[in-house]
């Protein structure tokens, strides 16, 4: 199968200073060479009640031993707004309890933490929850949220699927097929991504993976196809998911750079449509493939695919199970209201002059993962970090705290934009315990 696209076919739009590449890392414990910062908090799970002032102490270590006669500097603040403290101390005694603070309302209290040994500077942070089971959110439901989407779907249902598939010899192994697909979406566009199917004859369940934000290229999830799931793992840009880097690179940089704010003003033609739309449209692929068994079905992903592994979930029945890393897109106009918005931030800094405008607001109501949030009716395993500086945790709870359905949490309050074997074991068993039955 050969497929050809136009690069020139993606709407050029001003660029933004929205970052669409997911990269902070961050912990509780974070080191430099021989250089580190440890915290030690006084509740071990750094939740507090509102009104409460948590007891943190920052120790920096050398090769293992501590420091002390250094400076520090230190910044305290509800994450992604204006610092309430930013001061440099000695820290004498090896050891150093920062100044205590508090939030009234629900939310999350971000400390920052800088260090200088011998030339050398580590950074970190703990990030504190204030009653997080209480935040709400601050974007609006529709009145008409679900006829626009139930609408959305019926124009859909008229493109033709025009399914392609070509097995990848390089990507498959002795258990698993590999393929790259494709197939029609709204607008004249196409979505591609790798479909892994098990050798075995037999009836699989099976799984969508949702990509996260920015463009680039997939070899399919073999791994979870080798534990019995017919999976596809899918491009959300109407571009082959096996080319150079160096295509995806220039998309990134030029067409796609700022693709989460395209065409905002016009609900109908707002870049996120075509996209959610495409998820559904992955969903009537996969439940197509002769080894399909009916009846299990999950869709799971990260950041930007937490956001469209929830989305999705609320947009098709057929979703019986989600798995949901950091969702992004939560809660967005949250800075407006003088909290952390989900990313892309659009109305954090200068994103707030170019969109907080009555007909981009209005759109982001019918595209924010908060109000999909309220419609999903199945169960969901959910998990992500307080140290988070991508999609804040604040944005993550409001979304979560508005699902009505079972639903679990796992955190791993250390860290940020990432995870870590243990969380992605845990995801990957619960899936496997609720779709292998």
Known sequence: MTQFFKINSFPCRKLLSILFISFSITSAYSKTDSLSIVFKADHKDWIYKTGEKPVFTVTVFNNGKPVNNLKLKYQVGPEKMQLIKSDSVTLKKNSFVLPSYTMDAPGFLRYTVTAQV?????????TAAFSPESIKPTIELPQDFNLFWQNAKRSLAKVPVDAKMELIKEYSTDAVNVYQVSFQNINQSRIYGMLSVPKKEGKYPAVLKVPGAGVRPYKGDVALAANGVITLEIGIHGVPVNLDTEVYKNLSTGPLFSYPSTNLDN??????????????RALDFLVSQPAYDGENLAVYGGSQGGALSIITTALD???????????????????LHNRAGGWPHLFAGNNAANNNKPEKLETCKYYDVVNFAKQVKVPGFYSWGFNDLTCPPTSMHAAYNSISSPKELVIYKETGHNTVPEQRNKMTSWLLSKIKK
């Open 118 to 126: 011998n030339g050398a500077e580590v950074k970190s942070m703990i």
């Open 267 to 280: 609900r109908d033609n707002y870049y996120y449509k075509r996209v959610y739309l495409g998820c559904v």
């Open 317 to 335: 029945s057929r979703v019986k199970f989600l798995g949901v890393y950091y969702p992004a897109l939560c809660d967005v106009t949250g800075y």
